[in-house]
């Protein structure tokens, strides 16, 4: 059983930053996956960044150059540093984890690919 808790939202002019924190309280292996995803109102919930257990991360394209996914030197740490937010980001941000040793290039930002979820964690840009 693994049990992520994300936070660190809140809510912030455009422009602005704020630091989200996802925390593993449970069981985790070392090579799992982690992401960070994001869900809106009346849409599907979209990938917006994940980091294997090297280090290596992938950004979903509207992030990418503002959003910046890192480990803590706990390995049960996950961070996701946001700049110059946008009204677009506002959205419920999840922390999500796999196990499994190995993910595709593309589903590491696919959700349906991830098992593990934190209860997320809001976060508002004000235009």
């Known amino acids: 059983q693994v049990q992520l808790v994300e936070s660190g939202g809140g809510s912030v002019q455009a422009g602005g930053s704020l630091r989200l924190s996802c925390v593993v309280s449970?069981?985790?292996?070392?090579?799992?996956?982690m992401g960070w995803f994001r869900q809106v109102p009346g849409q599907k919930r979209e990938g917006v960044a994940s980091?294997?257990?090297?280090?290596?991360?992938t950004y979903g394209d509207s992030v990418k150059g503002r959003f910046t996914i890192s480990k803590g030197n706990a390995e049960n740490t996950l961070w996701l540093q946001m700049n110059n937010l946008k009204p677009e980001d506002t959205a419920m941000y999840y922390c999500?984890?796999?196990?499994?040793?190995?993910?595709?290039?593309?589903?590491?930002?696919?959700?349906?690919?991830?098992?593990?979820w934190g209860q997320g964690t809001q976060v508002t840009v004000s235009s």
């Open positions: 999500a984890a796999d196990l499994t040793p190995f993910k595709t290039y593309s589903a590491r930002l696919r959700p349906e690919t991830y098992p593990y």
């Open positions: 449970a069981y985790t292996s070392t090579n799992y996956y």
């Open positions: 980091i294997d257990r090297d280090g290596g991360s």
